[in-house]
């Protein structure tokens, strides 16, 4: 769990330096205003809202499986299922 977790830790710092941008247009036709006012709701999302929230995800879902190694580092194969509802239980449901 601890390798896992610092490969997420890695992953969240690396989605967290991705940055898009519009791309730019070069004429003034309504069409290709719409598919520009289009490029930046996309270039919004993605950098103010989808990338801050995935790399969240992952620094977060790596904390919490080094908090699950450390208390269950000397634990023994009976403790498993407690394990997994700690993890569970501070992840939230994924399939939501």
């Known amino acids: 769990m601890r390798t896992v977790a610092g490969h997420l830790a890695t992953l969240g710092a690396e989605v967290t330096g991705l940055k898009f941008g519009p791309m730019m247009m070069g004429t003034d036709s ?17 950098n103010t809202t989808l990338i801050p ?19 269950f580092k000397n634990a023994d194969d009976t403790k498993t299922l407690d394990m997994v509802t700690m993890f569970t239980n501070a992840t939230g449901n994924w399939g939501e």
């Not at 977060?60 to 699950?68: A, D, F, K, S």
């Open 30 to 46: 309504a069409a290709l205003q719409s598919v520009g006012a289009m490029q930046h709701i996309q270039y919004d999302v993605l």
């Open 53 to 71: 929230s995935f790399s969240e995800r992952l620094s977060e879902t790596g904390e919490i499986m080094v908090n699950c190694a450390d208390k």
